[in-house]
């Protein structure tokens, strides 16, 4: 463990390197750069209210809160993994020519991800401020799912990493795989008109619990469900070990098919 540490700390700085360069290219050939971050999911949640609202009327209290957060987690999830998924095909060129620890690439694809969906909760707080959410201690408790989520993601991202080098398809494959996600993760809908028989397979959606949790922070101002805590923790270890062992034992083969 100390010899991973050490090695961490040396590959620091090149990891903030990584992480620098991949928000500045998303936002390269911006007029707005960076703004788009928060602008995007503030257009999403509107059209989304408008068509829930007054088209299929949903008996959800405040809507466009329910909607945006669970939007916004989803949209981490997805590009972190996608990014994440290409981590390695994309920086082959680098890979064949310098030694860097290979869950580097994959790490820092999630980290800049992270600092951008970072920015995009700026918008949610103010439209919690006009449609009058009441702001309480419970609010803070948000870095739990998000930390969580955050494991999540790197875990997932290091087993798609490691499956795209030997299966390109991999890609084509992850596109499905998260349309399901999404549809599964209650992003406009409420969980409660599901049938019952089906809410086992929700629970399944490495996501869809720590959109619950951040759901309870920032508008019930309780914990409706102890179960989804669990499943936070549960799904951020277990991706996590899954991961990285499967990325360590595959590593060493990367560099001939890369």
């Keep these: 463990m100390n010899k991973y540490l050490i090695t961490f700390k040396r590959y620091k700085p090149l990891l903030y390197e990584f992480v620098k360069r991949d928000i500045k290219l998303k936002y390269r050939n911006s007029f707005l750069g960076i703004l788009w971050s928060m602008i995007n999911p503030l257009m999403t949640m509107l059209v989304l209210t408008f068509i829930f609202s007054n088209i299929f009327k949903n008996s959800i209290e405040n809507f466009p809160v329910y909607c945006l957060s669970g939007r916004l987690l989803y949209d981490f999830f997805s590009q972190s993994t996608n990014q994440s998924m290409r981590s390695i095909t994309g920086r082959s060129s680098l890979i064949k020519k310098i030694y860097v620890p290979k869950y580097i690439y994959p790490l820092s694809k999630v980290m800049s991800t992270f600092i951008i969906f970072v920015i995009s909760l700026i918008p949610l707080f103010l439209v919690m401020i006009v449609t009058g959410v009441k702001f309480s201690a419970m609010n803070?408790?948000?870095i739990y799912p998000l930390v969580t989520l955050f494991i999540i993601?790197?875990?997932?991202?290091?087993?798609?990493?490691?499956v795209n080098v030997f299966f390109r398809d991999m890609e084509h494959i992850y596109s499905v795989v998260l349309l399901i996600v999404m549809y599964m993760s209650a992003i406009f809908y409420s969980p409660n008109i599901v049938d019952p028989?089906?809410?086992?397979f929700m629970k399944l959606n490495p996501i869809y619990p720590a959109i619950c949790v951040f759901r309870d922070c920032i508008l019930n101002g309780y914990i409706t469900s102890t179960t989804n805590i669990i499943l936070c923790a549960f799904y951020s270890v277990v991706?996590?070990?899954?991961g990285l062992f499967f990325f360590?034992?595959?590593?060493?083969k990367f560099i001939l098919y890369i």
Excluded at 239 to 242: K, S
């Design 197 to 200: 028989r089906f809410v086992f």
């Design 239 to 242: 991706y996590l070990i899954i």
């Design 140 to 142: 803070l408790l948000i």
């Design 248 to 252: 360590y034992k595959k590593q060493d």
């Design 153 to 162: 993601s790197f875990g997932i991202g290091l087993i798609l990493s490691t």
